[in-house]
């Protein structure tokens, strides 16, 4: 079975950090079951293994970690939901682009039970809104902005890291990076959207859209 830990507060990056190494070495040995940790963080930049020292704009404003995730620049903090996954993609296929897209899928799939209906880009990992609402790109390119971010990190197959979703966050607590080294296009949340959402929410619906994209017994 998978287990899912929810959090109440925000969790020191260090200390998820310990806790996911320990969790993933556990999951490997055989010795613990899959795990999916829904949490918030305080405000914190993290640095993927592809990120670019120049699109960190502000590097005095917040705590800045070196993740050894995928990806590059992301902001974490309060009224974001991070969603950290350790499964055992060994088990589940040993494949990792086809883990990634199904990550994205999870995410649509949950966007989707409040009506929002949330996109993938080539060449741009996440999950996007079009914003038809909002002027147009200099070049003529229709506005988008991210409303999810993914980076993970494989040790022997087993997961970790994993996706964040904006619920209610600080959007001006982006400005401190080039997010995920993307430029022209926005941030933007649920509430943003104009939806009223809980984190209590979206962890329901989290929950609910799971066993659409994962076998939510786990591997075996």
Same mark, same amino acid.
């Given at each position: ?71 590059q620049y992301t902001y974490h903090g309060p009224g974001q939901r991070v969603v950290y996954v350790m499964l055992?993609? =060994? !088990?589940? $296929?040993?494949? @990792?682009? #086809? ?12 966007? /989707? ?9 080539? =060449? !741009?990992? $996440?999950?996007? @809104?079009? #914003? ?12 988008? /902005? ?75």
């Amino acid at each position: 079975m998978v287990e899912w830990k929810i959090t109440d507060g925000l969790t020191d990056y260090e200390t998820a950090l310990r806790f996911m190494e320990a969790r993933v070495a556990d999951i490997a040995s055989g010795e613990a079951e899959e795990c999916i940790w829904l949490l918030e963080h305080p405000p914190l930049y993290t640095a993927g293994t592809s990120a670019r020292r120049e699109d960190l704009t502000d590097p005095d404003r917040f705590p800045v970690f070196e993740a050894r995730r995928g990806g590059q620049y992301t902001y974490h903090g309060p009224g974001q939901r991070v969603v950290y996954v350790m499964l055992d993609v =060994g !088990r589940r $296929g040993h494949d @990792v682009r #086809r883990f990634v897209g199904q990550l994205e899928e999870w995410v649509i799939a949950t966007l /989707d039970q409040f009506n929002i209906r949330g996109e993938i880009r080539p =060449g !741009r990992v $996440g999950v996007w @809104v079009s #914003r038809p609402e909002k002027p147009a790109l200099p070049d003529g390119t229709p506005r988008e /902005d991210k409303i999810a971010a993914i980076g993970i990190r494989l040790r022997k197959w087993v997961s970790f890291h994993g996706i964040s979703i904006n619920v209610d966050p600080d959007l001006g607590h982006f400005s401190g990076i080039v997010p995920c080294g993307i430029t022209g296009h926005g941030v933007t949340s649920l509430v943003d959207l104009g939806l009223p959402v809980t984190m209590e929410d979206l962890d329901s619906a989290l929950e609910r859209t799971f066993p659409q994209v994962f076998d939510a017994t786990g591997p075996g």
